[in-house]
């Protein structure tokens, strides 16, 4: 899928969290929405997009959501 | 459910009264509610009193002189209407005199009234007929050589009913339905003494006025006075069927007349919930289109979309729908194919369809059209008050004191839940609008909104938040139900979030464009103001922001504690018929039916039991995911039943490239519409008319729709995905659509003690409906919230990437009008054309005198995503700035101007806002010539079918 469209979603996922006052819950809020609403490939390609360019065009707190819950974003086998 | 063809008419409308007052009517003993008229206590008791000018829709006017009564003690003759029941009163209906009084009347009447009743189209259903028989008049001893009205000239300039004046009685039952019911005003009585006519605007014709044809007025006219054309042509209904109309999310039950499998009219249900009678030019009038000559009636397929098509069998069609979705999942893997359920169809069928995906399919590759309109709901409401619906009844708004229209125009979406919000507006209830253009509802006859807030498009978070900081800081939280209902750290974060002075109305008027006064005033209304609700549409949800706006307006809801008990809430308007239900039923990709994620194990382990396959616990791809796969080649198949995406979804090359790339496109619908053109398989679709089912409107209120003909085609659309499931090896066993009720209920909890038998009980029922309420539920989140404590959401303003530039200075918002209905392919197959040929580009006087644009004159609008060019239309009720149209024909091509810039949490497409530039042009732009060329080369090859 088109990777400028995936991280202009994830960013604008970034953004609505941003807001938070707890940053752990917003990494969660951030990582869970992906976890539920994203259909695996295309975490799969985020996931890909964060190893092979280090996410470098993503929000700082979407980089940190995705990191901190990697497994979580895992696509199942 | 056979209904008589007309319903009783009690004569004034019933009165509700915890008193009581008991008379003798007759010598029978009747108790009523207080306030109850006479001829009503009269006719709830099975005494019918002769009346013309009375009808229980409309207040008593004491005018026509037929229901005069006798009371023990009272001189005189009083009106049974205009008088009111009390306690102890002794009431005669029939004697000698009261006889020869009537007689006398009906005399008068008759003697200005042709006696053509053998040939008039009322014949039979005429309630003049029916008073001169009642009062025994036998002759008419003024004769008709005098002055009278026998040969007024007929207006028959509307397209579905005629005026007749020369058969009026002047009654004013239909001016007083066009200002009571309706709240239009269009209707008088001009002239005076003998000269009193009916007259339409200031003596026009009716469609030169400014009547909308909503037909309250023929409802109500006891004579062929007001006369619908079909029963003229066609003649009295021989018997009639209760049923719910398939336009807007009201869903106003209808009695369908019919003769035989034909449609005579189309009567609103005084028995409908939604609409207590009153309906739209829409729903009275526009259903030609279920048997238009354009309906596909032939399975037809093709091996390409630029192939001809070849119409074959059901069979034929079905197998090689099958045996290419089978081809492709071996080819492509399981993933590689999906489905559309349609918000038009039934709850059932949009069950069906999901189940299929889930199951024959094997993946959670199903959406649905709610993905563009009110996905934010959805999401909003859901994390902040726990269920995914509205919270009302459309009733509730009559306990309103303030109402708060946000992202709305009811009066041309919902038009009849617009009625019945001006009767509460006239009544006193206060008004404010949050609309960036200046809509009816602002100000019309009699309706003047207190606060009317012009924002900028995209700006409604950052509206959200000031109007909640002046609640915050200037103390009208409602505290107590705060600490009593909702998350307490959630409700302070929140708090401490809206009181920042960026969030004021200081420092966000100049991004919303609104004074900060204005901004305070409609707050403390708002929140002081008694009984306040908030209706909101798609303007709200069809934003980058969609969701944050839902969850900015559940945060003022429970902040001023206007939730849980009527005349409050927090009401979506939802667009289409069943969007609602489609979305309960597991029309979405991550969610099985009763909004549970397809992640928990024991929901799906539920419906694995049930359903005897394996359900994925991944969420599957939503319709724009689904196109950008099918680009990058990983979805090549799709069973889109009923919905338009080429003219629906926004920006339509992104959608055609994504259609033109797949291998495998099986549409279902009645017409031949423009996604249609890009299919491989066409299965002929079955109208609301041709199938039983439920459909759900947006106060959850799920409504029986029930078959009034055979389908047109052989076979109602969820026979079809049956058949369909089968061919792909999985058995669906049901012999009627109430059995795939049963089953939704039985998986469902909130919709456990649902039941076509209870439906048909009860006449709807608003879910939930279990074992905690059995007849289902009016009001939501009454004692508590349904996820327990209301949860505060932080709702912080992000402004929208779509940006004007000096390339595209101006913004573009979309929305409807009331004649036409969504992407027009229904509306456009019927006379409702008249008001609405083309859709037009309305912008500000301003704009268009800097761009030398002229009324009427072409104009091309221009953005990032396309280019297409429409008819201008200069209009003040634009502000500066912004520009507006309609989406109703697929030649206009507005949605190939907008872009896919969506909500963060839905991807619902921001519809409402794209930067544009608009000038002056003399030619159809690249797309609508290319667009023109392709239709004409799809008539072709559909052409070709029927050579076959």
């Known amino acids: ?77 | 459910m056979f209904e008589q063809l007309n319903e009783k008419d009690f004569g004034t409308p019933k009165r509700n009264s915890e008193q009581e007052v008991t008379l003798e009517i007759d010598g029978m003993h009747v108790t009523v509610a207080a306030g109850t008229s006479i001829m009503r206590a009269a006719a709830e008791s099975g005494v019918n009193i002769p009346k013309l000018c009375a009808t229980d829709s409309l207040e008593p006017f004491g005018s026509c002189r037929l229901c005069l009564v006798e009371i023990e003690g009272r001189k005189g003759y009083p009106a049974s209407c205009t008088t009111p029941a009390e306690t102890g009163m002794k009431v005669r209906t029939q004697s000698p005199k009261l006889q020869s009084l009537r007689k006398g009347v009906m005399e008068l009447y008759l003697s200005d009234h042709p006696l053509d009743c053998l040939t008039c189209a009322a014949n039979g259903n005429c309630e003049l007929q029916d008073m001169a028989g009642v009062t025994g008049l036998r002759e008419v001893r003024y004769g008709y050589d005098g002055e009278n009205h026998l040969h007024s000239k007929k207006d028959e300039s509307n397209p579905y009913f005629t005026y007749d004046p020369s058969k009026c009685i002047v009654c004013n039952r239909c001016v007083r339905a066009c200002e009571e019911t309706q709240g239009t005003f269009a209707l008088t009585i001009s002239g005076r003494g003998f000269d009193s006519r009916v007259s339409a605007g200031q003596d026009q014709p009716f469609m030169e006025s400014e009547c909308v044809s909503c037909g309250a007025c023929v409802q109500a006219c006891p004579t062929a006075t007001l006369q619908e054309k079909s029963v003229i042509a066609i003649g009295q209904a021989e018997h009639s069927i209760e049923t719910t109309c398939a336009y807007c999310g009201v869903g106003c039950g209808f009695n369908a007349e019919m003769k035989g499998n034909q449609v005579v009219r189309m009567v609103p249900s005084k028995n409908g919930r939604a609409n207590e009678g009153h309906s739209c030019v829409k729903g009275r009038f526009a259903w030609g289109y279920a048997t238009h000559q354009d309906r596909i009636l032939k399975p037809m397929i093709r091996g390409k979309f630029t192939d001809p098509w070849r119409e074959v069998s059901w069979a034929e069609a079905l197998d090689y729908a099958a045996s290419e979705f089978k081809r492709i999942q071996n080819k492509y893997g399981r993933d590689s194919i999906g489905g559309i359920v349609s918000s038009r169809c039934t709850n059932e069928e949009g069950y069906l369809v999901q189940k299929l995906v889930r199951t024959a399919f094997g993946n959670n590759n199903v959406d649905t059209c709610a993905r563009v309109c009110h996905s934010p709901t959805g999401y909003g409401l859901k994390q902040t008050l726990g269920e995914s619906a509205g919270t009302q009844t459309f009733k509730s708004v009559e306990h309103s004191d303030v109402i708060l229209v946000i992202g709305a125009n009811p009066t041309d979406a919902h038009p009849v839940f617009a009625s019945r919000m001006k009767k509460r507006l006239r009544a006193g209830a206060r008004l404010i609008v949050i609309d960036p253009r200046k809509t009816e509802l602002v100000s019309s006859p009699h309706i003047k909104a207190a606060f009317h807030l012009p924002l900028k498009p995209g700006t409604n978070v950052a509206m959200l938040s000031a109007l909640a900081h002046v609640i915050v800081t200037e103390g009208l939280l409602a505290n107590d139900f705060i600490a009593s209902r909702c998350e307490d750290t959630a409700f302070r974060a929140w708090r401490d979030f809206v009181a920042l002075p960026e969030n004021s109305p200081e420092a966000m008027q100049d991004i919303t464009g609104v004074s900060a006064e204005l901004v305070r005033g409609a707050a403390r209304l708002y929140a002081t103001g008694g009984n306040a609700a908030i209706y909101y549409g798609l303007g709200v949800t069809e934003h980058a922001q969609g969701s944050t706006a839902v969850m900015g307006i559940a945060n003022l809801a429970m902040a001023t504690g206007n939730i849980g008990r009527e005349g409050v809430g927090v009401n979506p308007l939802r667009g289409q018929n069943n969007v609602q239900g489609s979305c309960d039923i597991g029309s979405f990709p991550h969610e099985l039916p009763g909004y549970r994620h397809v992640s928990d194990s024991t929901t799906r382990h539920l419906f694995e039991q049930a359903w005897g396959v394996e359900i994925q616990a991944e969420p599957g791809l939503r319709i724009p995911n689904m196109f950008d796969a099918a680009l990058d080649g990983s979805f090549k198949g799709m069973y889109c039943q009923g919905e338009d995406l080429v003219q629906s979804d926004p920006n339509t090359q992104h959608v055609t490239a994504a259609l033109a790339a797949m291998e495998c496109i099986v549409v279902q619908d009645i017409f031949m519409n423009e996604t249609a053109m890009y299919a491989h398989v066409f299965l002929p679709g079955s109208s609301f008319l041709e199938k039983d089912g439920t459909f759900t409107n947006a106060e959850r209120r799920i409504s029986r729709v029930r078959k009034v003909m055979p389908p047109k085609a052989g076979y109602a659309d969820w026979e079809v995905t049956i058949q369909l499931a089968q061919r792909l090896g999985y058995e669906m066993n049901y012999q009627h659509p109430s059995e795939i009720m049963d089953e939704i209920a039985r998986l469902t909890p909130t919709f456990h003690g649902v039941s076509y038998q209870k439906i048909d009980a009860l006449g709807s029922i608003q879910w939930p409906c279990n074992d905690d309420a059995p007849e289902g539920t009016p009001t939501m989140h009454v004692d508590e919230f349904v996820r327990g404590k209301g949860r505060f959401i932080i709702t912080k303003y992000v402004a929208t990437d779509e940006k004007i530039t000096r390339k595209f200075p101006l913004i573009l918002t979309t929305g409807r009008i009331l004649s036409q209905y969504n992407v027009g392919v229904q509306t456009r197959r019927t006379e409702n054309v008249q008001w609405h040929e083309q859709d037009l580009l309305e912008i500000h006087p301003h704009d268009a005198e800097e761009r030398g644009i002229q009324d009427g004159g072409w104009v091309s609008i221009q953005s990032r995503a396309g280019e297409t060019v429409l008819r201008a239309k200069v209009s003040e009720r634009m502000q500066p700035g912004v520009v507006y149209t309609t989406f109703h024909f697929p030649e206009s091509g507005a949605n190939v101007i907008t872009t896919e810039n969506s909500d963060w949490a839905t991807n619902c497409p921001e519809y409402k806002v794209t930067a544009v530039q608009v000038m002056p042009v003399s030619e159809p732009s690249a797309w609508q010539k290319t667009h023109t060329r392709f239709s004409k080369a799809q008539q072709a090859l559909l052409a070709q079918a029927k050579l076959v």
């Open chain 1, 1 to 77: 899928m088109d990777m400028h469209n995936l991280i202009h979603m994830a960013n604008q996922i970034g953004s609505f969290y941003e807001a938070m006052p707890d940053q752990e819950e917003a990494l969660l809020g951030i990582s869970g929405h992906l976890h539920n609403f994203w259909e695996p490939r295309m975490r799969k390609q985020l996931l890909e997009y964060v190893d092979a360019e280090a996410g470098k065009e993503l929000k700082p707190i979407v980089l940190s959501a995705i990191r901190a819950h990697r497994n979580q974003l895992s696509p199942r086998p």
